[in-house]
């Protein structure tokens, strides 16, 4: 005959009796293992991220190095330190090489570009966050419809429409080129971020007599100042590095802008021998990119987290 092995009988957690549970020790040991594979995971995650901050890091410091370097030095030992720093290589392509046209040139096109794309593309995204009206989505579309456009297919229609508007080789006339090429990301990045911002405050201020000219620029641009900064630091870096619009469209010697002008640098110092004043060209038109980034990396990081926080 059979019999049936019944649990063991000991005190339950109330005080009466019950069946006494059997500990294995399997959930300590799967902590064990969990614990073990998130240590793994994360030191994985950490060798990813140093080797990644080495390959960003490492060529601007040898960059920067070099450009302190005499000729002679770059070739026979390229990854030491300078015997002295040659501070006539940053001289020598400031003045010689042009590079202060071409820098003062590329502030007044990026300036006034910032400036303009800005101001238009947050005036036309608040309108299109904030006020339905017949073609709302369409002139969207048109806006996110830019962003895939490729530019390349447009230049030569735009020499033409520049010419007969007598803007081509002017300062003006690239302002209004890039102003152009930066709103559809522009708009569509600032319809986004106005979307979240709360419309009781627009409404206080409806009810307090403000116009809408008054609530757009005293009450809701201050409150999208992150999302400003953000895409300022986006078109910043895009229209600093353009090179594709100003050769095509900006031939005039005295109005090339920096990008134009390190390509000449590199050509002409090149035949010459002179890499030590190439290099501090190149570290002069990368430092005012590295220098905004590093200033405004808190706010760029705000603006893009923002509509996630909401």
Same mark, same amino acid.
């Given at each position: 005959m059979k019999t049936t092995q019944s649990p063991p009988v000991g005190i339950s957690e109330?005080?009466?009796?019950?069946?006494?549970?059997?500990?294995?020790?399997?959930?300590?040991?799967?902590?064990?293992?969990?614990?073990?594979?998130?240590?793994?995971l994360n030191a994985f995650s950490?060798?990813?991220?140093?080797?990644?901050?080495?390959?960003?890091?490492?060529p601007l410091l040898w960059a920067v190095m070099?450009?302190?370097?005499d000729d002679r030095s770059i070739f026979t030992s390229p990854w030491a330190l300078p015997d002295k720093l040659h501070f006539e290589n940053w001289s020598r392509a400031w003045t010689e090489a042009h590079m202060s046209d071409y820098f003062l040139n590329t502030v007044l096109?990026?300036?006034?570009?910032?400036?303009?794309?800005l101001l238009l593309g947050s005036m036309a995204a608040y309108v299109l966050a904030r006020f339905d009206f017949p073609g709302n989505r369409f002139i969207y579309f048109l806006f996110i419809g830019g962003m895939s456009f490729p530019i390349i297919l447009a230049l030569v229609p735009l020499f033409y429409v520049m010419n007969n508007m007598a803007l081509l080789n002017t300062i003006? =006339? /690239? +302002?209004? !080129?890039? &102003?152009?090429?930066?709103?559809?990301f522009t708009v569509f990045f600032l319809t986004a971020f106005f979307r979240t911002l709360p419309t009781s405050v627009a409404e206080a201020a409806f009810m307090d007599g403000a116009?809408?000219?008054?609530?757009?620029?005293?009450?809701?641009?201050?409150?999208?100042?992150? =999302? /400003? +900064?953000? !895409?300022? &630091?986006?078109?910043?870096l895009g229209q600093w590095n353009q090179y594709m619009l100003p050769t095509v469209l900006n031939t005039d010697e005295s109005k090339k802008v920096l990008s134009q002008g390190l390509v000449q640098l590199a050509v002409s110092q090149g035949y010459k021998g002179d890499w030590?004043?190439?290099?501090? =060209? /190149?570290?002069?038109?990368m430092l005012p990119v590295l220098a905004a980034y590093i200033v405004f990396q808190r706010q760029v990081v705000a603006g893009l987290t923002a509509g996630a926080l909401k």
């Open positions: 109330d005080g009466g009796e019950g069946p006494v549970a059997k500990t294995t020790g399997v959930e300590p040991q799967s902590r064990r293992r969990s614990g073990g594979q998130g240590r793994v950490h060798g990813i991220l140093i080797l990644w901050a080495f390959m960003v890091v490492m070099t450009s302190f370097k096109v990026v300036g006034g570009s910032l400036v303009g794309t003006h =006339g /690239l +302002i209004l !080129v890039y &102003i152009a090429y930066s709103l559809p116009s809408h000219t008054r609530t757009f620029f005293q009450v809701m641009l201050p409150m999208a100042k992150p =999302g /400003l +900064i953000s !895409v300022a &630091i986006f078109n910043f030590s004043g190439l290099f501090a =060209g /190149l570290v002069m038109a």
